[in-house]
C-alpha cells in the first residue's frame, strides 16, 4: 500500500511520456518541432555527459548559487534588522513593496550601465531580485514572532539581546526559509533569462537561445530539460535543508 | 567563622522567625486603566507566604492582570509590588503561561527548555543537567524530555512548563489558568501534579483560575474579587490537610467553602 503511494508521482509522469510518443508516432505534430522523447533524453544524456550542456548546466548552478548567497548575507540581517522594530519595517515597506513588484528584467539594461556586459551584471540582477524577496520574508517572520514566547523568554530575564538571539530569530527561520526557497527560483530565472540576452556565451539560458537559432529541437529541448531539473533540485534542496534545520515549522 | 550577631543589621533576613510570618508580597495603590475601563484603582493586598493562593472573580475583573503586573508583564499605572521589601528585579519568580504551545520553545528539546533559565543565569552545562535531573527526580516525573515538546500531549507540554517555572527555586510562582486548555481528564492529572509541586516546595504561589472547584481544591486562600474596578470581596480560607484527593471534593468542609464562594460570585456578578 505505502509502496504503491511512492510510486504515484510517477504516474503522470508516464502519462505525459504515453501522450508525447503517441503525438510522435501518430505524426500530430511535425517531429522537427517535437523529437520523440528517445531521441530528446538521448541528446539530454550525451550534452550532460560529453557535450557542452554539462558545462553550461554548471554555469547556471554557479551564477544561481552566487546570487542567492549575495542576496542572503546581505537580506537576512537587514530583514532582522527591519524586523525587530515594527515602526522601522512600516517606513521603507513601500520601498521594499515596490522594488519587489518591478520585474527584475526590467531593471538589466540599468544593471549593465552599472557592471558592463559579464557575470557581474546577470549576478547582481538576480541577487536584488532575490534580497528582496528574502528580506520580506525575514522581516515578517521576525515581526510575526509569537508574542507568548517572546514575552516567555522576557519573564525569565532575558535581554532585549538574548530574546532577539534566543527567541525572535528562531521564531522567523520558518519563514527565512520560506523567502529562500522564493529567492533561489526568482534568481533561477532571472539568471536564465539574462543569459539569453545580454551578451551572453554560456549557461542554459544561452543553451537553450542558441539551439533555437540553430533550430536544434533535440538540444532545445534537452537544455529546457536540465534548466526543469535544475529549479526542481534547488527547490528540493532548500526543503530537506529546512526540514532538517527548522524541524518545528508548521507545529 | 563567628556567628553573626543577634542584632539585625537589615530589617529583613530570611532566617529570621517572625519574618516567617509576615506577608510575601505586599502589593500597595495598584491602579490600571484600560482605555474603556478602570481595572485597579488603588488596589492594595497582601500575599501570604508559603501559600497558594487562587484568583477568581467575574470575567474581565482583571485576574490576569492581577498577576501580569505583580510578576512584571503589565506595567501598572499607579502603585507599588514589594516581595519582602524588595522589588520585582530583585526577586526570582516563576511564571506559566496558559498557552503553554506558545510558551515553550520549540526549537529546544523538553529538557533543554526545562533548563533555559539557568543558561540565562548562566549557570554552567553540567551544573544545568544536575539541577533538572534533581527536579525531575524530586517531581517524579516520568516523561521522554529528550522529545521536542510538539510531540509531548497537552498536558505534559504544560507539566514541561511548571517545571521551566521551577528550575530555579523561585520564591514565587505565578500560573495564569494553566490547566483551562487541557481536557477534564488532563486537567484534573495536573491539577494532582500542581499540589505535589506545591507540596514539594511549599513555594508560595498564586494561580488565576476561571474553574471554581479547581480553585477551591487546590489553594490555602481564594481570593475573590469583584467586578472592575476590583477590589477584595473576600479572602477566603480553606484548611483541608494535604494532599487532597477525590475524596476531598465530596467532604463537608470543601462543599461549604465552595458553596461559600458561589454566593458570592453569584452576587458579584448579578451587580448591575
Partial sequence: MTKSKALLPLVGVAILLAVWEMVNWLRLVDPV?????????????????????????????????????????????????????????????????????????????????????GDRTKISVAAFGAALVILFNVAYGVMNARKTRLLAAKVMGASRSRVLFDVMLKESLPQTFVGLRNGVSLALVIIVVAEMFIGSTDGLGQRVFEAQQLFDMPGMYAAIFAAGALGYTLNLLFLVIERRFVHWAGR | MSPAPRVAVTPISAFDESHRTAPHVTIRGLSK???????????????????????????????????????????????????????????????????????????????????????????????????????????????????????????????????????????????????????????????????????????????????????????????????????????????????RTDKTMSEPGFIATKAHCLKLFQREVNRA
Fill in chain 1, 33 to 117: 518541432l517535437l523529437p520523440s522523447p528517445a531521441a530528446t533524453f538521448h541528446t539530454l544524456w550525451e550534452g550532460m555527459v560529453a557535450g557542452k550542456l554539462g558545462a553550461d548546466f554548471l554555469k547556471t548552478v554557479l551564477r544561481t548559487i552566487y546570487s542567492t548567497a549575495i542576496a542572503a548575507v546581505i537580506a537576512i540581517p537587514l530583514g532582522i534588522l527591519l524586523g525587530s522594530s515594527e515602526k522601522v519595517y512600516r517606513s521603507v515597506e513601500f520601498l521594499i513593496d515596490f522594488f519587489r513588484s518591478t520585474p527584475a528584467s526590467a531593471m538589466f539594461p540599468l544593471f549593465l550601465v552599472l557592471f558592463g556586459v
Fill in chain 2, 33 to 243: 486603566r484600560y482605555t474603556d475601563a478602570t481595572i485597579y484603582d488603588n488596589f492594595d493586598f497582601d500575599i501570604p507566604r508559603g501559600k497558594l493562593i487562587s484568583v477568581f472573580g467575574p470575567n474581565g475583573c482583571g485576574k490576569s492582570t492581577l498577576i501580569n503586573m505583580i510578576a512584571g508583564l503589565v506595567p501598572p499605572d499607579a502603585g507599588e509590588v514589594l516581595f519582602d521589601g524588595r522589588p520585582l528585579s530583585r526577586v526570582k519568580f516563576g511564571y506559566v503561561f496558559q498557552n503553554y504551545r506558545e510558551a515553550l520553545f520549540p526549537w529546544l528539546a523538553a529538557f533543554d527548555n526545562i533548563a533555559y533559565p539557568l543558561k540565562l543565569m548562566g549557570v554552567p552545562k553540567a551544573e544545568r543537567e544536575a539541577r533538572v535531573e534533581r527536579l525531575i527526580a524530586r517531581l517524579g516525573v516520568k516523561i521522554d524530555l529528550a522529545l521536542y515538546p510538539y510531540y509531548l500531549s497537552g498536558g505534559q507540554q504544560q507539566l514541561v512548563s511548571i517545571m521551566r517555572a521551577l528550575i530555579v527555586e523561585p520564591e514565587i510562582l505565578f500560573l495564569d489558568e494553566p490547566f483551562s486548555a487541557l481536557d477534564y481528564e488532563m486537567t484534573l492529572f495536573m491539577r494532582d501534579q500542581l499540589q505535589r509541586v506545591f507540596v514539594e516546595t511549599a513555594t508560595t504561589t498564586v494561580l488565576v483560575s476561571h474553574d471554581l472547584e479547581e480553585a477551591v481544591y487546590l489553594s490555602d486562600y481564594v481570593l475573590l474579587l469583584s467586578r472592575h474596578p476590583a477590589r477584595v470581596v473576600e479572602f477566603v480560607p480553606y484548611d483541608a490537610p494535604r494532599p
